[in-house]
C-alpha cells in the first residue's frame, strides 16, 4: 500500500481520535492508524474523568470546554463525588471531587467513531515504523503526509523518528477489574505495599477498576507481586487478565513539534503526575493540536505556536503538579513513616491541592 494524506496520526487513543475530529472537520484529508486490531483494547487506564467543573478548575485558561467533553449517558458507569487518599497506618484523608468512571474500550470507540463520522479514514492493525522525508512507514506500506501527529503514548516511535525527546522516567502500573459493591468514591493508597508504591481502587456499578504503580527509584520487585500485595489487603479479587502500561511522571516534554510533525497526549507527558491522570489532558491537547496543523497546512504558518497554545491552557498546572511530585518522591516515599508523616503535614486541604494541580500551600 502507498497512500498520501494531508495529516497522519499514529494512535487512536482520546489524543489521536480528538485530533483527527477536528483535523478532519476542516475538510483535510486525515489519517489515523493504530497498531492494535480493535480501538482501545485492552484497557490500561484508571477510566476516570474529572466533571467539566473540576478540569477548567484545574486548567482555567480553557475555553470550550462543554463542548469538547460532551459524552453520551451510557459512557457514564459511575458518577464519583470525592477522593480518599489513604496513608499506610489506614489514616483516610478525604475530600469533594466529582467526574465519573467510564469503560475505556467503549469511550475510545466512541471518540474514535466521532472522527471517522467528521471524515477522518481510521486503518487499524496498522504498525508505525519509522519516517523520514514526508513518508511513514508501516506494516500495511509507506503513507505520504504533510504533517505527522504521534498520538502513540509514553514510549512513541513517533517522537523517535521526528528527533523529539523521549518521556524520562515513567512509572509502570497495572490495572485488572474487581467485582463488588462499592462507595463513590476514588480511594488511592500511599505505603503498605512497597516504598514508592500506589494502588487505587476506582468504582464503577457493581465492580471498580483497580491498579498499583510504583516509582523504580524506590521500589524494586515485580509490580505482579506488588498487585498481589495490593488486592490481599483489600480482599479484591481480579476478574480480568492484568494489563500493564507506563505512566508518564515528569510533566511536559521540553520540546512537542518540529517543522512537520508533533506530539500529543502521553506522547508528549501530558499526564498529571501526582495521580496519572491523562484523559482530559489528551482531549485538551488533541483539540488544541488540529488547529496547529490546519494552521499550518491551511496557511504556512510554523508548529511552534503549537507549543505556545498547549502551554497556555496546560503549561503552569502540569509544571507544579511536577513539582509536587519531586517534593513528593524527595520527601515521602522513602518509607512508609515518611510517607505517613508528610500526608499528616499535608493534611485534607493541602493534598486536596496536590490532586488539583495548585501549589501546595497557596492553592493556585
Not at 486503518?123 to 519509522?130: E, G, H, V, Y
Not at 465492580?207 to 490481599?232: C, I, Q, W
Not at 498547549?310 to 503549561?315: F, Y
Request: contains cysteine.
Amino acid at each position: 500500500m502507498f497512500a498520501d494524506t494531508d495529516i497522519l496520526i499514529v494512535g487512536s487513543g482520546p489524543a489521536g481520535s480528538v485530533t483527527a475530529r477536528y483535523a478532519a472537520q476542516s475538510g483535510l484529508k486525515v489519517t489515523m492508524i493504530e497498531q492494535r486490531p480493535e480501538v482501545g483494547v485492552p484497557v490500561r487506564c484508571g477510566e476516570l474523568v474529572p466533571s467539566v467543573e473540576e478540569i477548567q478548575g484545574m486548567f482555567p485558561n480553557l475555553t470550550g470546554a462543554e463542548e469538547l467533553f460532551e459524552v453520551p449517558s451510557e459512557l457514564r458507569r459511575r458518577e464519583i463525588e470525592g477522593i480518599r487518599l489513604v496513608d499506610p497506618k489506614d489514616r483516610r484523608y478525604e475530600f469533594p471531587f466529582t467526574g465519573y468512571t467510564t469503560d475505556r474500550d467503549r469511550f475510545d470507540q466512541h471518540l474514535a467513531r466521532k472522527a471517522v463520522d467528521a471524515g477522518a479514514e481510521l486503518i487499524t492493525s496498522c504498525r508505525f515504523m519509522d519516517a523520514s522525508d514526508g513518508v511513514a512507514r508501516t506494516t500495511m506500506g509507506d503513507i505520504s503526509y504533510k504533517i505527522i501527529i504521534g498520538a502513540d503514548g509514553p514510549g512513541s516511535r513517533t517522537a523517535k523518528a521526528l528527533g523529539l525527546p523521549a518521556n524520562r522516567h515513567p512509572y509502570p502500573a497495572v490495572t485488572s477489574q474487581a467485582d463488588g459493591d462499592f462507595e463513590p468514591l476514588v480511594q488511592m493508597f500511599f505505603g503498605g505495599i512497597a516504598p514508592g508504591a500506589y494502588g487505587w481502587i476506582i468504582p464503577k456499578d457493581n465492580e471498580a477498576n483497580v491498579g498499583v504503580g510504583f516509582s523504580p527509584r524506590f521500589a524494586h520487585g515485580k509490580l505482579s507481586d506488588y498487585m498481589d500485595r495490593f488486592v490481599a489487603q483489600h480482599n479484591l479479587v481480579p476478574t480480568r487478565k492484568l494489563e500493564g502500561k507506563f505512566v508518564p511522571s515528569e510533566g511536559p516534554i521540553a520540546r512537542t513539534y518540529t517543522e512537520n510533525g508533533m506530539l500529543v497526549g502521553d506522547s508528549a507527558g501530558f499526564v498529571i503526575s501526582v495521580n496519572g491522570g491523562g484523559i482530559p489532558l489528551a482531549m485538551i491537547g488533541g483539540r488544541i493540536c488540529a488547529e496547529a496543523a490546519v494552521e499550518r497546512i491551511r496557511n504556512g504558518t510554523t508548529l511552534d505556536h503549537y507549543q505556545a497554545a498547549w502551554d497556555n491552557v496546560l503549561g503552569k498546572p502540569l509544571r507544579i503538579a511536577a513539582k509536587n511530585k519531586k517534593l513528593a518522591d524527595t520527601f515521602a516515599f522513602h518509607s512508609d513513616w515518611t510517607t505517613g508523616l508528610c500526608m499528616r503535614i499535608l493534611g485534607q486541604k493541602h493534598m486536596s491541592n496536590l490532586i488539583r494541580c495548585k501549589h501546595l500551600y497557596f492553592g493556585n
